[in-house]
């Protein structure tokens, strides 16, 4: 007999206290809890019964180096008979030949100790039911075991996806691979790669080959490439959606093609950061006969039924310099340039659905003339969402899910597609909200780098996507989301492991034990800050300490929770803050050395220095002893960014300051 543990939100798991509660992100649907345990060790067998899907073939085989890898257990890659597998996996139909947003998508698992056995309708319900059972294999007190249970589950939200710029950076095959498992691990089903922009072109283009030539430095996909990451993906139920961005945000092109644009050139690719005014030129028929042509040659490379053309930041400047495009807008009685843009959208969309696609865009083209069935991105924030629902659109929420901007996983958790102003809707129109999409742009990331910045702030965004409305408990997300991070690890990507190699070099020979203790009092500044700091190009080294710490520091966030317990009274947390302060203190010490052999560390000097003076005081309040003279004057300094890094205990640290400065409340309450 089952016992139910009621519902989901996620204080619930930690409830069941007898056997150690696996971590799960995203959390599902509903889960009710058995007696005992399935052990996982080295007989572990896997059975595919009745799938005819290749996928779960394909991923049966991939689980037993998986499960090695997540318990340090060998497990042979042997096939098994159901009756003898430790995990059976059921699913009734093959599957649809090419992943569409409407395929069924849940499944069910159930743990028994003898026995696990995933049902699904889909291979795609199948893969995500594998992703929860690895889940679930925890180590407890005699071995790796997963808790019996049933979990039935699906998700809230047919769209759930990762954008990741390459052209900004170009990322190499392998980084995308590893991104992909990480994507499938969370349930992520939608890989939208952005493929073109000022900075790059990076795919093969036979029918167009300067475009590879002369407009990607070199740094491209071959079409061969393509159609592995295409098929890489489907085997893990991620659909893959090409975006070419036009008319703005092209400027490569132009240095293959320079007919494409309004002006006369010539063109290089871009290196700088921005919105450019290089634009394609809607007023000269040769310039579709080309894009259908292109278009053509690409819609038949991919074969999700999604095709994305870009659509955002036209300047219209280079139009407006066109005597030429002047002439052409009043020929047409188009009145400004969001009209000729609008007439632009309008013929390339028509040449996307006459090559069997479907419309998807940036919410720019959210206009009366886009084509009914067109996905529309909102990614200028929560109003255009609404409107394109109301409008009558199919539209995905992007705004609130930007990772290049560095916010917290709980800012982007708390970024509901259907809170805000889409609380508003109507039934009919709320589902016309698919989904939504987290951006990763690629201004200031590079292969090395590009996991930490999506890494693990992603898995909370897909359990958004992923679980019900009312799974909102940050604590309960923090936590799991530690766990996901670790197993995301096994997996191949490298946001946590990458920093060792990022500090070393930092550290020029020295240890670099110091630099992970500074780190985890700083975070990167935050939103578009770095490229006010300086002028970033493409070929700026981004080996700098900012580039190898994460956007969140958990050691921070751990240390200011500690402080609030602390001051609210809690004396266990005292040692323990007095222990992290102490390590922040001695680190300056300790990386002298370092700021004098290193030219990546010499600019931390002035942030290290403040970061020890901080807990210097903290200790010093923490003794009871009063606030330090010229406090305020330091606070000043010390909350300013240096590095393009920001001292993120600095308001724990205050708060213990200003309690031992203040009068203690009982005295304060005397009369
Ligand atoms: C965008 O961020 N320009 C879509």
């Not at 002006?263 to 690719?269: E, F, H, K, L, N």
């Not at 969309?349 to 696609?357: D, E, L, R, S």
């Not at 702030?457 to 940050?474: P, Q």
């Not at 909350?639 to 890094?645: G, I, Q, V, W």
Request: charged share 25%; net charge neutral; hydrophobic share 45%.
């Amino acid at each position: 007999m089952m016992r139910a543990l009621a519902a989901l939100a996620a204080a619930s798991l930690g409830a069941h206290a007898a056997t150690p509660v696996p971590d799960l992100m995203p959390l599902p649907a509903s889960i009710s809890w058995g007696d005992g345990k399935l052990v996982i060790d080295s007989t572990f067998r896997v059975a595919a019964a009745g799938c005819q899907d290749a996928r779960i073939a394909a991923a049966a085989a991939r689980l037993p180096a998986r499960l090695t890898r997540q318990t340090g257990i060998p497990i042979p890659r042997a096939a098994a008979a159901a009756a003898a597998a430790t995990l059976v996996i059921e699913c009734k139909g093959p599957g649809e030949k090419v992943q569409s947003p409407l395929e069924d998508e849940s499944y069910r698992l159930d743990v028994a100790a003898q026995q696990a056995r995933i049902a699904a309708p889909t291979a795609v319900g199948a893969l995500h039911g594998i992703e929860t059972f690895l889940q679930l294999v925890i180590p407890g007190q005699d071995g790796f075991a997963v808790p019996a249970l049933r979990i039935e589950d699906k998700p809230r939200f047919a769209w759930r996806g990762l954008m990741i710029d390459v052209s900004r950076h170009f990322l190499p095959v392998e980084v995308i691979e590893r991104n992909l498992d990480g994507m499938a691990a969370v349930k992520l089903n939608v890989f939208h790669w952005h493929l073109s922009d000022d900075q790059g072109f990076r795919v093969e283009s036979r029918r167009f080959p300067k475009l590879q030539q002369l407009a990607s430095d070199g740094l491209y996909y071959t079409q061969d490439q393509v159609r592995h990451i295409v098929a890489y993906a489907r085997d893990r139920g991620i659909r893959v959606v090409p975006e070419f961005d036009m008319p703005g945000h092209s400027t490569a092109w132009f240095a293959a093609y320079p007919e494409l644009a309004s002006a006369p050139g010539p063109y290089r690719i871009e290196r700088g950061f921005g919105v450019f005014d290089p634009c394609m030129d809607p007023s000269r028929e040769r310039v579709f006969q080309f894009l259908d042509a292109f278009i053509g040659e690409m819609a038949a490379l991919f074969p999700d039924e999604y095709f994305h053309t870009g659509g955002d930041e036209v300047n219209g400047k280079d139009w407006d310099r066109s005597p030429r495009i002047r002439q052409f807008k009043r020929a047409r009685g188009l009145k400004t340039d969001e009209d000729l843009q609008a007439y632009f959208s309008k013929r390339v969309h028509a040449i996307v659905m006459a090559h069997g696609k479907k419309v998807i865009g940036w919410d720019e083209i959210l206009d009366p003339k886009l084509p009914k069935g067109s996905v529309v991105q909102a990614w200028r924030g929560p109003r255009i969402l609404a409107d394109a629902a109301r409008r009558g659109y199919p539209v995905i929420l992007s705004a609130g899910y930007y990772l290049d901007l560095l916010q917290p996983a709980a800012f982007h958790y708390g970024n509901d597609p259907l809170g805000g102003e889409a609380a508003a809707l109507g039934a009919g129109e709320r589902s016309r909200v698919l989904g939504g999409e987290a951006c990763q742009w690629a201004e200031l990331i590079s292969g090395e780098n590009a996991d930490l910045r999506i890494w693990p702030r992603m898995a909370a965004i897909a359990e958004r996507l992923w679980s019900g409305s009312d799974v909102t408990d940050v604590g309960s997300m923090y936590r799991r989301l530690e766990s996901a991070s670790v197993r995301l690890e096994y997996l191949g990507l490298t946001h946590r492991s990458v920093q060792g190699p990022m500090l070393d070099r930092i550290a020029a020979g020295q240890p670099a034990g110091a630099l992970r203790t500074l780190g985890a009092a700083l975070e990167p500044v935050k939103g578009y800050a770095r490229h006010a700091a300086r002028a970033y190009k493409s070929s700026t080294p981004l080996n700098r300490m900012v580039d190898a710490t994460p956007p969140e520091s958990g050691a921070a966030r751990e240390f200011s929770g500690a402080v609030d317990a602390l001051l609210a009274g809690d004396q266990a947390q005292r040692e323990g803050v007095r222990t992290r302060l102490a390590g922040w203190r001695d680190q300056y010490e300790a990386l002298k050395p370092v700021f004098a052999a290193s030219s990546l560390a010499a600019e931390l000097e002035p942030v290290s220095r403040d970061v020890s003076a901080l807990a210097a005081a903290g200790i010093e309040a923490l003794d009871a002893r009063p606030t330090p003279p010229g406090w305020v004057e330091f606070l000043e300094r010390a909350k300013k960014p240096r590095a393009e890094l920001l001292i993120v205990i600095l308001d724990p640290v205050r708060k213990l300051v200003e309690a031992a400065g203040a009068p203690p409340p009982a005295a304060a309450n005397k009369p």
